[in-house]
């Protein structure tokens, strides 16, 4: 006999309860979880690759309980949820302990191999007399995407490895059906896959893996390659990536898989349900202000783009250049949102679409360490993990087909003047760039920062206050030569 397991998986929900025209919002969400799994309830699996406690607003116990009501059956820790650091990280483990199996198999407490508390490497459920084992990563270069002290008592190891010790472990408590469940990201260039996610099917691709399942970057991907299904997906809830797994009761395997991405937005679900509505409701009702406060306006969508200049990555290192009074700024953009929505703009906005509230530091760079940071954040390597910076000050041009450490053709004042190696600017940036954020440790520590009072949030607001209304247009500070192999838009 033949039965059909369906497995449901995303990543960096980010607790978007409330919907809009590009997000769907917790009830939309659960509408299409439900439109598979009421159709094979017992054998319905929901898995989520991490990145959920780390928005602003509801940044805890509220995602939490959101995600139980979902029926989410296990959640891999993301970068992301060290942001805040160990109490909170392990007050909320602590909380949704017992509900949810929460899993990382390569973190743990530094200069131990101890697990953080309350985490497990792996989770076996048995379903209909099959047992399905789902080992949990997180991505390896977590350290260097969190600001460094919250991050300091942790440590992550090879995801390859780990999973190669668990698969033998799982196997011997008959597990018949194995899943990776993994904070790891990936990409497609013309429909080449690449990143780390890729780099670590490599190294598993041999093991007795049915479905390797990734996070942590945008976009959907689905793919099937030496026997391991492999897929990625759903930012926000904008997409549910749907896995059908046949298993054979005789020979006891997976015969075939087979799968589709859901997108709830453009779906429409006749499921309504109370509970679901209640708690967006209780969550979301706290925050009226923040919905209501408009101080600019939208004269249509202010995009980001993670890997060419942005509209929306120029406003907001304008903003915080103009609040701090430096030479120069810069961010990174993987802790940026996709746009700030055309119409008015309020603190939610702002909050949806930069997903840090720091205070701003400030420090003085020479020329020479700007050149640096942009050669450092143009090798391919960190590339394909952490993508680029938006900045203001300054105009830059890259040259993708140069070889790592050449690939800065020029650094221009706004006045078209070069930057010279040892002339001294004024830099402003966020606490977790000026703890070396995106593997820029080794530049960001060059120099001593400072804490300013204000927030970043705050430094964007009152610079929409100021200017009134933005668009989506570019000055065209960021001029890229070449083929970037690691970054494909669309």
């Avoid at 970057?217 to 689905?222: L, M, N, R, S, T």
Wanted: with cysteine; glycine share 8%.
């Amino acid at each position: 006999m033949v039965i059909r397991f369906d497995i449901l998986n995303h990543a960096d929900f980010c607790g978007e309860f409330r919907g809009d025209k590009y997000i769907p919002g917790l009830r939309k969400f659960y509408r299409a979880i439900e439109s598979v799994r009421k159709n094979n309830p017992d054998r319905t699996l929901l898995l989520d690759a991490g990145d959920e406690i780390n928005r602003l607003l509801w940044h805890g116990r509220d995602v939490l309980d959101g995600m139980e009501l979902i029926g989410t059956d296990a959640w891999t820790l993301g970068n992301h949820e060290f942001d805040r650091g160990r109490e909170e990280l392990e007050d909320n483990i602590k909380y949704i302990h017992g509900r949810i199996p929460v899993l990382s198999a390569n973190v743990t407490y530094r200069g131990t191999d101890r697990l953080i508390d309350n985490v497990l490497p792996y989770v076996i459920f048995s379903r209909d007399g099959v047992k399905i084992a789902v080992i949990g990563v997180t991505t390896e270069y977590t350290e260097k995407m969190v600001t460094y002290p919250n991050f300091e008592p942790y440590e992550v190891h090879s995801a390859s490895e780990e999973i190669k010790r668990y698969v033998d472990e799982v196997k011997g408590r008959g597990a018949e059906i194995i899943i990776v469940l993994a904070h790891i990201g990936a990409y497609s260039t013309d429909g080449v896959y690449g990143g780390e996610l890729f780099e670590l099917l490599e190294k598993i691709k041999d093991l007795d893996i049915d479905l390797l399942i990734g996070g942590h970057q945008p976009g959907d991907i689905y793919w099937k390659t030496d026997g391991i299904m492999v897929n990625k997906g759903g930012f926000s809830g904008k997409s549910l990536i749907h896995t059908e797994m046949y298993f054979d009761t005789e020979t006891r395997k997976v015969i075939r898989t087979k799968g589709n991405v859901i997108y709830p937005l453009e779906e429409r679900y006749d499921m309504p349900d109370h509970r679901i509505d209640e708690f967006t409701e209780k969550v979301l009702s706290p925050f009226e202000m923040y919905f209501s406060d408009v101080f600019a306006m939208a004269t249509e969508d202010v995009n980001m783009s993670y890997g060419e200049e942005s509209a929306m990555g120029n406003l907001f290192a304008d903003a915080v250049r103009w609040q701090a009074g430096t030479d120069f700024s810069y961010f990174n953009t993987t802790s940026c949102g996709p746009r700030i929505p055309a119409g008015p703009i309020t603190r939610y906005s702002i909050k949806q679409a930069i997903y840090f509230d720091e205070h701003l530091h400030t420090a003085q760079y020479t020329g020479r360490d700007i050149r640096d940071l942009f050669e450092e954040v143009h090798d391919p390597e960190r590339y394909s993990k952490n993508f680029n910076l938006y900045f203001s000050g300054l105009r830059v041009t890259i040259d993708h087909d140069k070889p790592y450490g050449h690939k800065v053709v020029s650094i221009k004042h706004p006045d078209g003047r070069e930057l010279a190696d040892d002339e001294i600017l004024t830099v402003a940036t966020s606490a977790y760039m000026a703890s070396g954020g995106n593997d820029t440790r080794d530049i960001a520590r060059r120099h001593p920062w400072k804490e300013e009072e204000c927030l970043i949030h705050d430094a964007i607001r009152h610079y929409l206050t100021e200017i009134k209304t933005v668009d989506n247009s570019i000055d065209h500070r960021y001029v890229f030569l070449g083929r970037n192999e690691q970054y494909d838009e669309h």
